[in-house]
């Protein structure tokens, strides 16, 4: 079974992706006043676990980039090794 860098990268930058979406939603769901300081109902702690879930998303589709990037140099040096 032959599993390929490209295939690989684009697989997490989808997964980080609907984690971002996820988290998002939660974001947008938690409850605010029109004074955007909370409503008695928002406890702080609601907002972390979203929070962290995007900077997740946003480390993960960095490292996909890079090895996009990685695979991209790869199959270069190969072509000039060729030439």
């Given at each position: 079974?032959?599993?390929?860098?490209?295939?690989?990268?684009?697989?997490?930058i989808n997964n980080a992706q609907h984690k971002s979406a996820d988290a998002a939603d939660v974001i947008a769901k938690l409850p605010v006043?029109?004074?955007e300081v909370g409503s008695?109902?928002?406890?702080s702690?609601?907002?972390?676990?979203p929070v962290i879930s995007l900077k997740e998303a946003?480390?993960?589709?960095?490292?996909a980039v890079k090895l996009l990037q990685a695979d991209k140099?790869?199959?270069g040096s190969?072509?000039?090794?060729?030439a």
């Amino acid at each position: 079974m032959n599993i390929s860098p490209t295939a690989s990268a684009v697989n997490i930058i989808n997964n980080a992706q609907h984690k971002s979406a996820d988290a998002a939603d939660v974001i947008a769901k938690l409850p605010v006043q029109d004074n955007e300081v909370g409503s008695s109902e928002f406890n702080s702690s609601d907002i972390i676990k979203p929070v962290i879930s995007l900077k997740e998303a946003e480390l993960e589709t960095s490292a996909a980039v890079k090895l996009l990037q990685a695979d991209k140099e790869t199959i270069g040096s190969l072509l000039n090794t060729k030439a």
